[in-house]
């Protein structure tokens, strides 16, 4: 093989233009060296360092910009090795070629020299890779190969290099003598070598070859044994933990789940606590930091967005108040959840997970305000539509207030319960939500507009004759997911519930216990307001009822990371934080009121009472302290009966002019919260005639209830199909359920398909055949289909016709991200051709828009229509945040994958406005839960249990997710006894 690839090689003009790569690679490898800091260490520093002090010396001077970039232009440093080897060797190749004879084995030898120096380089990399990987705790072993390798490497190449210049000139001196002796014979000098001298190169040259080959495994398995797997949790055996008071039998499933058996509720929670640490630490540390605001002290400036918000909130305090309000069975429970976490961050030690080791840091002590402040970041992402009246502030600057209007069309129907019916502020909106899409990049969980499904069906439509429920929450989807399964029972009887978990709560949040099922909807309630405060000169006070007040100041000091501290003076006014001051872009003071900034909302007192409740009542009052989110809940029991509760804290405003649209004056007291909707007067029904409830983020009751909720409903597509398919059904299965939870048609693109079908003129043979292939279409959104694309791409382009020579492309921009209002607009649009905002330009709108939708098609993936699919659009990978970086990417993301679904189709696939048309969230849990039979109730979620990319549970139901596929979700004990693959006793 060898001697095959000597003789390829011995053309110059081949060995030219590898060293032409080479030289064209190290130009761009040397542009990026150059800018470096100045007075850093140089690439040799880095590559002959020898120990982890040095290296890690090397890259504290270098900066983490300068890492950056080392990590992303690492492709060229794969490449460039094989360039300059294959350049070398060739020339060898090239200068001691003997026509018509057998190469001499020390030509050879001298051959693979470049060849053995580009392996060399490569190991180096990748040894370099992993270091960084773990740069602040980086074994000796990792950087001593690698900088060996590179020594070894750099002597090989200079001789490589050195015995082309001796060839050269041996040719030179050959030529010379031949033209003066033809005669003359030198290479038979230089071909004559020993027999020893042979042997010996043969030596060296196995010697290197098994050096590499040692080099190739040690490597890994070196970092796979001292990094990796000391950090996987232990599964199976007996652990003694401080803390217990009892034995704890901990049972993991073929998908990882862990179904706790205790004998009291204190052990319940303190296993709870260890085996949610034992997969989910590092979610747990990230986003509590996010909640405190202390994200900066471990990624540097790169948080300092998220903690300026986060500490201008006050989220930390408003927990800290919360704990206060708690009773002292929920105290305990957090209590115990926060010994579990800290005896697993006591019994890992120094094994912590890998991302600990990138970053260098070690978690301190849970606490029980960590899992409070936790719980308020999931709140704020189900309830921040203080960013919707920024953008309807922006709307109403360009146009009339009954033209606005128009844009924010009424929710139309239908409701939860089926038979229930008898601007002067546009700069700093722009700058605000700007400021708001910075910090929400830091913590995805915290973005606005996640949806949910949730239904119930009464025995009238069940197979078995009891009912039977379903559910699927809409959240971002990342590695790893946000949901944590687990079964928690006590041998006492006071706990015997399995399902969906917080990691970082205790309890569980959807499921069933062996009385009754639960699931969730974001009910989208308004509890956020703006108020625009009047400050005197130097910004201590404000104006309220004709009096100036004093502002509250509290000062935070944010700790960076390779960084001075930076002190943040935190402003309020009674009606709330000064969120204004999060930019210095903001020409008005705005202030924001939350239900989730009061005192009092006892968030883990309601999980704790739902898990043990047993019938409707029992339900109902756990439900009387969920104040926040506000949220849609379904129920079933095995007594046959099924019910919808909203809870939530929804305020009750002094005045509805704007109706929570808008930011209010805030120094007239005209817009002052009076109270809250009392829970008894909060949407609620039992057994409804329809035998049925739908929640799909669609109202909850209908027009003549007496309290305003909110304008924030999504459109009314998902939830219509989910009633629809329930209403007249009989004889319903799980697996009718789980059809119905993988359904993507979605309505309003069917919609725009027939009427572009209908109405557009094509101007070519092309579009004439896009139009029929539409009027054909069956508004399925699925991956293979091209027609979803063209709907999907031609609806906004619809929406862009007609708004565009109004509002202007980025107030449209900011429009679009309403979510549910522009589909309900677009709806009055479609129904309506004599609509006013049609321009009269009905038909003219329809082609062009599919013009413009081909248009795009064909500069995203290209003008073959074959192409032209939703999955080659829709993609989404699940990531993590240190997935970001280049190197780490394959190490911590999945995918991507093709995906379907919209905003609009039961099975989401919904995308950002801002990020079209990527894949943003999507369904984060999905369970089935039969009262008929606990055991054959069925749940899937994203990713994995673990949160650890090298556990066997990190990524093992992605595919069966995909697939809306799901496993069985055992509950009773023998149950879980028989689906029991690992066993660990946790012992006193």
Avoid at 438 to 462: E, F, I, R, Y
């Amino acid at each position: 093989m060898l001697i095959r690839l000597y003789h390829k090689l011995t053309n110059p003009w081949l060995a030219l233009v590898f060293g032409a790569l080479a030289g064209f690679l190290f130009s761009r490898l040397a542009s990026g060296l150059a800018a470096l800091p100045p007075g850093a260490p140089s690439i040799f520093d880095l590559q002959l360092a020898f120990t982890p002090q040095r290296f890690q010396f090397v890259m504290e001077q270098w900066g983490e910009a300068a890492m950056q970039n080392y990590v992303t232009g690492m492709w060229m440093d794969y490449i460039y090795p094989v360039a300059y080897s294959l350049a070398l060797a060739g020339f060898i190749a090239w200068l001691t070629v003997r026509p018509n004879q057998p190469p001499a084995r020390w030509h050879l030898t001298l051959f693979s020299l470049p060849l053995i120096a580009g392996l060399l380089d490569w190991v180096e990399n990748t040894l370099h890779l992993v270091m960084l990987a773990v740069l602040h705790s980086t074994p000796f072993v990792l950087v001593f190969i690698a900088s060996l390798a590179a020594a070894i490497k750099w002597t090989l190449a200079v001789i490589s290099i050195l015995a082309i210049f001796a060839f050269a000139v041996l040719r030179t001196a050959t030529f010379m003598s031949q033209r003066r002796n033809p005669k003359s014979d030198i290479n038979v000098a230089l071909l004559s070598r020993k027999d020893n001298t042979m042997k010996t190169l043969k030596k060296i040259l196995l010697y290197l070859l098994v050096f590499l080959l040692v080099i190739a495994i040690a490597a890994p398995t070196l970092g796979y044994f001292g990094v990796v797997r000391p950090a996987l949790p232990q599964l199976d055996g007996d652990l003694a933990l401080d803390g217990l008071t009892a034995p704890v039998t901990v049972y993991r499933d073929s998908s990882g789940i862990p179904h706790i058996v205790a004998e009291n509720a204190h052990d319940l929670y303190y296993a709870q606590g260890f085996v949610t640490a034992q997969d989910r630490l590092w979610s747990m540390e990230s986003q509590r930091r996010a909640a405190h605001g202390t994200l900066s002290e471990i990624v540097g400036e790169r948080g300092l967005k998220n903690d300026t918000f986060m500490r201008i909130l006050g989220m930390t305090e408003s927990a800290e108040a919360d704990w206060e309000t708690l009773d002292a069975e929920t105290q305990s429970a957090l209590k115990a959840y926060a010994d579990g976490v800290n005896a697993y961050l006591a019994q890992a030690g120094n094994k912590l997970p890998l991302e600990f080791k990138i970053l260098g840091i070690t978690p301190q002590e849970w606490t029980p305000i960590d899992s409070l402040v936790f719980g308020k970041l999931v709140a704020w992402g189900l309830s921040n539509n203080y960013q919707d009246e920024l953008v309807v502030t922006k709307l109403a600057a360009v146009l009339s207030w009954d033209e606005t209007r128009i844009l924010l069309p009424d929710y139309p129907g239908p409701d939860v319960i089926p038979d229930a019916n008898a601007a002067a502020l546009s700069t700093t909106a722009t700058a605000l939500l700007e400021a708001s899409a910075d910090w929400q990049s830091a913590m995805p969980l915290a973005k606005p507009d996640q949806g949910s499904n949730a239904w119930v069906a009464g025995g009238s439509h069940t197979a078995s004759g009891l009912p039977l429920l379903a559910g699927d929450p809409h959240q971002g989807l990342s590695m790893p997911t946000l949901w944590y399964e687990v079964g928690l029972h006590t041998t006492d009887g006071q706990y015997d519930v399995v399902g969906a978990s917080l990691p970082g709560l205790p309890g569980i949040e959807i499921g069933h216990n062996a009385h009754i099922a639960w699931a969730v909807t974001n009910a989208r309630p308004d509890v956020q307001d703006l108020f625009i405060e009047t400050i005197n000169a130097d910004g201590t006070q404000y104006q309220f009822n004709n009096e100036w007040k004093n502002i509250t100041v509290r000062e935070e000091i944010i700790q960076v990371k390779d960084g001075a501290p930076i002190t943040l003076k935190a402003r309020a006014t009674h009606h709330g934080p000064i969120i204004t001051d999060a930019t210095p872009d903001s020409e008005d003071t705005l202030a924001l009121r939350w239900t989730g900034l009061d005192e009092g909302r006892p968030l883990a007192q309601a999980i704790i009472q739902l898990n043990q409740a047993a019938n409707w009542d029992e339900f109902r009052a756990a439900l009387t302290f969920w104040q926040l989110p506000g949220m849609n809940f379904v129920y079933a029991d095995i007594d046959g009966n099924i019910g919808f509760q909203m809870s939530g804290a929804v305020p009750v405003r002094a005045s509805n002019d704007v109706k929570g649209l808008q930011p209010v004056s805030g120094a007239d007291g005209s817009h002052e919260w009076q109270s809250f909707v009392a829970f008894d007067e909060l949407p609620s029904a039992l057994n409804p005639k329809g035998d049925f409830f739908a929640s799909a983020n669609n109202r909850p009751a209908g027009k003549d209830y007496p309290h305003f909720l909110s304008h924030y409903f999504q459109p009314p597509y998902r939830v219509a199909l989910i009633s629809e398919t329930i209403r007249d059904s009989q004889n319903v299965t799980a697996a009718d359920f789980g059809a119905l939870q993988a359904s993507v048609y979605s309505d309003i693109n069917f919609q725009v398909a027939r009427a572009i079908a209908a109405e557009a003129t094509p101007a070519n043979k092309q579009e004439k055949v896009m139009l029929e292939m539409l009027g054909d279409w069956d508004g399925m959104m699925t991956p293979d289909s091209g027609e979803a694309s063209l709907s999907e791409l031609a609806l906004r382009h619809i929406l862009r016709l007609t708004l565009d020579p109004k509002l202007g492309s980025a107030t449209t921009d900011s429009y679009l991200t309403l979510a549910g209002y522009p589909y309900m607009f677009l709806q009055n649009l479609l129904d309506d051709p004599n609509n006013t905002w049609w321009d009269g330009k009905r038909a003219e709108t329809m082609s062009a828009a599919l013009t413009a939708a081909m248009d795009e098609l064909t500069a995203i993936v290209g003008s073959d229509p074959a192409k032209w699919t939703w999955g080659n659009l829709h993609t989404f990978t699940f990531s993590h945040p240190l997935g970001s970086v280049g190197a780490l990417a394959p190490i911590f993301n999945r995918g991507p994958y093709l995906a379907g679904g919209n905003w609009n189709t039961v099975n989401s696939g919904a995308y950002y406005a801002d990020k079209a048309y990527s894949m943003g969230l999507g369904p984060a849990y999905r369970i089935i839960a039969d009262p008929a039979d606990w055991d054959a109730s069925l749940s899937i979620i994203p990713s994995g249990e673990s949160g650890q990319p090298f556990s066997p549970y990190y990524a093992d139901q992605i595919d069966s997710w995909l697939a809306v596929e799901y496993h069985k979700l055992p509950f009773t004990l023998s149950a879980v006894e028989a689906s029991a693959e690992h066993t660990l006793k946790l012992v006193p």
